[in-house]
């Protein structure tokens, strides 16, 4: 349970930077070692780099994607529900107004969050 969390949270990087390490481990020589210290380098990047997003909440982005993104995909998934099972939430459609909104704010989220992240690796 404590690896499904954690998986869920680095996006599965926990993961794949275990391997790498048991890899780099298991390696013959010490040119399969070297490419192997690459590959670890990036995934603890790509880690730090999800811990200095994260670190953030009150940014606009972050407010962005409690606020906005997070209620966004919670009413989409109790719509499928519903319409996939049947169940009885009677779950109202996404107003025209919201979902024009939702079009335009979501990706500058996402666009927002991508750029941060870039800006944040050229300052190191």
Excluded: C
């Excluded at 927002?112 to 190191?124: I, P």
């Amino acid at each position: 349970m404590i690896g499904f969390l954690t998986s869920l949270l680095t996006g599965g990087l926990g993961a794949e930077l275990r391997r790498a390490y048991e890899s780099k481990l298991a390696a013959a020589n010490d040119a399969e070692r070297m490419a192997l210290e690459g590959d670890i380098a990036r995934i603890s990047a790509a880690i730090e780099s999800q811990r200095a997003a994260n670190a953030d909440r009150w940014s606009a982005t972050s407010m962005g994607r409690y606020l906005i993104v997070l209620p966004w995909g919670i009413w989409w998934t109790a719509i499928y529900m519903d319409s996939i099972f049947a169940f009885s939430w009677n779950v109202l459609a996404v107003p025209p107004a919201i979902h024009e909104m939702a079009k335009i704010l979501i990706p500058a989220i996402v666009i927002a969050d991508a750029g941060a992240l870039t800006l944040r690796r050229f300052r190191k």
